[in-house]
């Protein structure tokens, strides 16, 4: 579906959100988020549990009404104009909006009906969706019995069945193995290629680095907004990897030591943030050697999204608890 089709000019952006707020009682979801993705553009939101990135979703797929603020997509106001906006996205969860009981090619076959797609383009599009998940020649098997990868295909094929221009993705790849998740975003970037625009929610790391822009997120509110790479070359301080025989009891005694200003697991490593290289080496030696902690190396780094991620969630209140 073209952007002419749905009133969006081409230089004006395909999701564009303004002050976007929802609140909860009290409770303030999601506060004042602001921010433009263009056509095929892969736009991340990156947060931890509780930051608002469902929220912020639900609002902008038409299924929230916002509490103040206002977001397009699509060219539809989400207020005002939230079954449009519902019929010119695709929409895929965690929980892949499939029905288990159904067949492959059933489930397909109901999708096509919600979406309304003409039958002359049904049967072309129902084996473009089984090629994408790699279903070809099993539409009779039921979804139930198929490994949570496969689903993972079939939701998506599912989801972008009637070509929609914009695709939401929350946190789609909740409980994949790695292989799976790398297939997966293999055809987010054949999507994106080819035009679609795609906002995903994701707390994996190695993802986020495949989207083209970053929106951080941390209690409600839009902490950082950068290309990955853009993202990493902001933070100025050193990174410090840390190498020892107990990297997580490590970590724990190094977070307190004055001078470092975060230290975190990364991997099997320590990664520590110093606001000073050579007198931070000093007491890192100093403490691990004093708490029998075997210090096996001590090498610079440049920052990964990891460490940009932990220290904006940091100084930006930290993780919500509970």
Request: aromatic share 4%.
């Amino acid at each position: 579906m073209a952007e002419a089709d749905l009133g969006v000019h081409p230089s004006e952006p395909v999701i564009d959100a303004d002050e976007l707020t929802r609140r909860f009682g009290d409770f303030v979801a999601v506060d004042g988020l602001s921010f433009a993705v263009r056509s095929g553009e892969i736009f991340g939101f990156l947060g931890p549990n509780g930051a608002g990135k469902t929220t912020a979703i639900r609002m902008l797929i038409g299924l929230l009404e916002p509490s103040s603020g206002s977001a397009r997509v699509a060219g539809h106001d989400v207020r005002r104009e939230p079954d449009a906006v519902k019929r010119s996205i695709g929409y895929m969860s965690q929980l892949f909006s499939l029905y288990s009981d159904l067949t492959v090619r059933e489930n397909l076959e109901l999708f096509a009906g919600l979406y309304d797609l003409p039958a002359d383009r049904r049967e072309d599009r129902i084996r473009w969706a089984l090629g994408t998940a790699g279903l070809e020649g099993r539409g009779d098997q039921l979804t139930a019995t198929l490994p949570l990868g496969l689903k993972q295909r079939l939701a998506l094929g599912s989801a972008v069945l009637h070509e929609p221009p914009v695709l939401f993705l929350d946190e789609p790849t909740s409980g994949v193995d790695p292989v799976a998740r790398r297939t997966f975003w293999d055809l987010i970037s054949d999507l994106a290629a080819a035009g679609t625009t795609v906002l995903v929610t994701t707390h994996y790391m190695e993802e986020a680095e495949h989207c083209h822009r970053l929106a951080l997120m941390n209690r409600g509110r839009l902490v950082a907004l950068d290309a990955p790479s853009a993202l990493e070359a902001s933070l100025h301080s050193p990174i410090l990897e840390i190498r020892t025989n107990d990297p997580t009891r490590a970590a724990a005694l190094l977070a307190g030591i004055e001078g470092i200003e975060d230290a975190t697991m990364v991997g099997r490593s320590v990664h520590a943030m110093v606001a000073d290289e050579p007198t931070a080496r000093v007491r890192i030696a100093e403490v691990l050697e004093r708490e029998g902690i075997d210090l096996r190396s001590v090498d610079r780094v440049r920052p990964t999204l990891e460490d940009v991620f932990v220290s904006v969630v940091r100084r930006s209140g930290g993780v919500v608890e509970g």
